[in-house]
């Protein structure tokens, strides 16, 4: 019989849920809930869920599951054309939902392929070229593959766009706007977003038709599994406080491993993880200037336990799929109150308790109220008590003077700050092509530079092109 709570009960072929199975799930996730019976009717969908709620098996199963009656185990690539395409932000969210996709696929012909930049294209290219259903890409290489009539979007039935707020954010509208145009009209459109700005209203407006709205989680809301520490202390100590942490905060007050600290500059990314190093712990860093495979080397001995700590920048470990991370430190108060949660979503998921610690100084104060006040709670602010101050390194002294390009490129900032105003929009009924001005309060949470006037119009111009 099929219960509600287990995976039987969404009418998934049994290929499917023995791939579940296998995978060790056992319980739908809120997002899944709610998402897999709305995907199989054939809706478009606008959901609001962050990556680390299983938002992806969310759409990919009920996708797998539209496209099985046209799997063929015939070797010809004409049998074996672009069904579903998935849109993602950064490589290394194109490359975690393309290994799931695999695994879920893995019983079944379909094929799943994986493409994006900053890698030989050869491979990808000879994949595309066999023949494959599911697609998953970022926008940019996806269109030098299309130019190269590597493969063809003539027959997508479903396309996804997934971490849509993050995709505007780095100015991939163009881009998109040109793959949407080159799918047929119908279709099935699929859209997620952990946030949702006047961008966003009008990308779905333009983009989903009629769409059934999907919310898990309160949006800027902290999960209740997370406890959340913040210790103000001088500059100079944080290194100090930063070892301390780690030598007395792990189980039984002993050493932490697999621990992910944030920093906010890539220079500093570099420089902690070299102290860390001299310290003794097996320490590495994850930032912009580090090629794909230097990361994916990073993320890969993270998650074997070989590396104690990964220091990372929030451009670098966007997108990271690092689930059972038990605590996420702070290094530095993130620039934008919204890095925050994106942050320490990387602790507590699946119902796992987390913890995430906060190292501030007096200058942060005004960052960490703006996080206070997106997140609608009160910190405690706790002194730490630093037994052995460590004296900064010579060579890149942290009281100096910062070159503004050691901070991480964020495509975003030349784009518009990514800091999203907190509105009611879930709490509305959705109105198509309705994103009236003066809708939205006032941002909780700006950021110093405040968004450029012209952005709307910029925005509705680029649009234009994809109006179904
Ligand atoms: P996602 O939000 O899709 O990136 O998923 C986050 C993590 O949760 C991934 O590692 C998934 O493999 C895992 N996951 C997804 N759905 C389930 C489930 N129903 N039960 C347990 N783990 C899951």
Same mark, same amino acid.
Do not use: W
């Given at each position: ?86 849109? %993602? ?30 890698? !030989?294209?050869?491979?990808?290219? %000879? ?34 766009? !997934? ?10 509208? &163009? ?223 942290? !009281? ?31 109105? &198509?092509?309705? %994103? &009236? ?32």
């Amino acid at each position: 019989m099929s219960d509600p709570k287990d995976f039987t009960h969404f009418g998934l072929d049994p290929l499917i849920l023995s791939a579940i199975t296998e995978m060790g799930y056992a319980t739908p996730t809120p997002i899944q809930a709610k998402a897999i019976p709305v995907v199989m009717k054939g809706l478009d969908v606008m959901g609001a869920a962050q990556t680390g709620t299983g938002k992806t098996a969310g759409f990919a199963l009920p996708i797998i599951q539209k496209l099985l009656p046209h799997a063929s185990a015939s070797m010809s690539p004409a049998r074996h054309p672009v069904r579903a395409l998935i849109l %993602a932000p950064t490589r290394e969210l194109a490359d975690q939902t393309a290994d799931n996709v695999k695994k879920y696929v893995a019983k079944t012909p379909l094929r799943c392929a994986v493409v994006y930049g900053g890698v !030989d294209m050869d491979p990808q290219t %000879a994949a595309l070229r066999s023949g494959v259903e599911i697609l998953v890409a970022t926008p940019g290489r996806l269109l030098d593959h299309l130019q190269q009539k590597n493969t063809s979007l003539s027959q997508v039935q479903i396309v996804v766009l !997934d971490e849509a707020d993050r995709m505007l954010d780095m100015g991939f509208l &163009p881009d998109i706007s040109r793959i949407l145009n080159l799918l047929p009209k119908e279709r099935q459109s699929l859209m997620f977003s952990a946030t949702f700005s006047e961008e966003i209203k009008k990308l779905a407006a333009n983009f989903l038709h009629d769409p059934q709205l999907i919310e898990v989680a309160r949006r800027n809301a902290i999960a209740d599994n997370m406890t959340q520490e913040v210790f103000k202390l001088h500059e100079s100590e944080k290194v100090a406080a930063l070892l301390e942490l780690l030598s007395t905060r792990g189980p039984d007050g002993g050493r932490l491993t697999q621990v992910l600290v944030f920093v906010n500059a890539k220079i500093e990314c570099r420089r902690l993880a070299r102290q860390l190093q001299k310290a003794g712990i097996n320490a590495d860093a994850i930032h912009g200037d580090k090629t794909q495979d230097e990361r994916m080397k990073a993320l890969e001995g993270f998650k074997t336990d070989t590396i104690e700590v990964l220091v990372a920048t929030d451009v670098a470990a966007r997108g990271l799929d690092i689930v059972e991370l038990p605590v996420v430190i702070n290094y530095d108060v993130p620039f934008a109150a919204e890095d925050y949660i994106h942050r320490i979503g990387r602790t507590g998921r699946a119902g796992m308790s987390g913890l995430t610690i906060m190292l501030m100084t007096g200058s942060e104060e005004r960052a960490v109220a703006a996080i206070e006040k997106l997140t609608k709670q009160k910190f405690e602010i706790r002194t730490f008590d630093v037994k052995q101050p460590t004296r900064p390194e010579r060579s890149e002294h942290r !009281d100096r003077p910062v070159r503004r390009d050691a901070f991480e490129r964020r495509p975003e900032r030349a784009y518009g700050p990514p800091a999203q105003p907190i509105d009611d929009f879930f709490s509305k009924p959705y109105e &198509p092509g309705a %994103a &009236p001005a003066g809708a939205v309060p006032a941002p909780a949470a700006q950021p110093a530079s405040a968004p450029g006037k012209e952005k709307p119009a910029r925005v509705a111009a680029l649009l234009s092109g994809i109006k179904r």
